[in-house]
């Protein structure tokens, strides 16, 4: 839902449940509520007109991804990405586009630990 709303831009519940979550099964008061919680969390700002809350996002869509992907990593992977790359190895799913982007950041983060170590 973050994401939606971070690449959709402002959006009322209404138009979420029609957007997003009738094609994902979501019922209209599973959006209200979701919206609600992130608001609360300070992930979306919201703004009242003729008695409807517009919700926005409060960061930029790489920022809402670099976030959730963040969260995931710490949380469901206990820090480390060593699970997630295996997956995508092991299911054979990187193009080699995404290989080479995966080696420069592996240059650019062996760089960095090399200038650490001076």
């Avoid at 939606?4 to 029609?18: I, K, N, P, R």
């Avoid at 919680?37 to 790489?62: C, D, H, I, N, W």
């Amino acid at each position: 839902m973050l994401r939606f709303v971070s690449e959709h831009g402002a959006t009322t519940a209404g138009e979420a449940a029609t957007l997003y979550g009738e094609p994902n099964g979501l019922a209209r008061s599973t959006i209200e509520t979701v919206l609600t919680r992130l608001f609360k969390k300070g992930y979306l700002s919201r703004t009242q007109a003729g008695g409807v809350f517009r919700y926005g996002a409060t960061m930029e869509p790489q920022e809402v991804m670099g976030g959730l992907v963040e969260q995931f990593v710490e949380k469901t992977l206990g820090g480390s990405l060593t699970p997630f790359v295996n997956y995508f190895v092991r299911q054979n799913q990187l193009s080699e586009s995404e290989v080479a982007e995966l080696q420069q950041l592996v240059d650019k983060l062996q760089a960095r630990q090399q200038e650490g170590e001076r």
